[in-house]
Each structure stands twice: as C-alpha cells, then as structure tokens.
C-alpha cells in the first residue's frame, strides 16, 4: 500500500503558470508508474499525464500536451506536474495516482489515489 498527497494548487491568472507536486511514501518509488488526472464540476475524471516508474517515457493528454510537463525526482518520492499557458479550461481538482509498470490512460487502471488539489483559473 502506498500514500499520495498532491500540493501546490490554488488560483492562478489564464496564462500564468504553476507546478503541482505528489508525495508518495510506503514503498519503493521506482515501482510505480505516476499519472496526474483532473476533475471538473460535473465532468468525468479525465487523464492529464503518465510518467513511467524509470521516468525515460512520459505521456500526456491533447489538451495539455505543450502546456504541462511532468516529471519526477527519486530522490524525494515525488512527482511533479508543471503546468504553464495555463487556461481557464485548466481548472479542476487534480489528483496523483500511481499503478504498476506500463503506462495508461484509464483512470480505472490506478490503484492507488491521493486527495487531490484543487487548480481555479482567473480569466
């Protein structure tokens, strides 16, 4: 079993930027493929970007691919989400999951979520 918790959300400007972090702890961090997804009001949770355990391949939705860039650091357990250009459709709770090895898309397919954080866009 391991532990997730996102930080580093808040309220940002359209077009300005920020960077999300995910702190895992329980087991070894280099097990684990990382994903960032996002929830808006009403909308199913949807996929963002996937990083694979050895961080060499990354993955990332149309809608943020140029924008946001993830990343991780082995050293702290922590994976990163840095979101630049960013727009009013940007907002959202952001949630951190890990899986096994091989990157997807699917929400279904993490085991393991943190609380998410939550991102408000200012136009």
């Known amino acids: 079993q391991i532990q997730l918790v996102e930080s580093g959300g808040g309220l940002v400007q359209a077009g300005g930027s920020l960077r999300l972090s995910c702190a895992q702890s329980?087991?070894?961090?280099?097990?684990?493929?990382m994903a960032w997804f996002r929830q808006a009001p009403g909308k199913e949770r949807e996929f963002a970007a996937a990083?694979?355990?050895?961080?060499?391949?990354?993955r990332y939705a149309d809608t943020v691919k140029g924008r946001f860039t993830i990343s991780r650091e082995s050293a702290k357990n922590t994976v990163y989400l840095q979101m630049n250009k960013i727009e009013p459709e940007d907002s959202a709770v952001y949630y951190c999951?890990?899986?096994?090895?091989?990157?997807?898309?699917?929400?279904?397919?993490?085991?393991?979520w943190g609380q998410g954080t939550q991102v408000t866009v200012s136009s």
């Open positions: 329980g087991r070894t961090f280099t097990l684990y493929t």
């Open positions: 999951a890990a899986r096994g090895p091989t990157l997807n898309p699917r929400p279904d397919e993490y085991q393991f």
């Open positions: 990083i694979s355990e050895t961080g060499d391949i990354s």
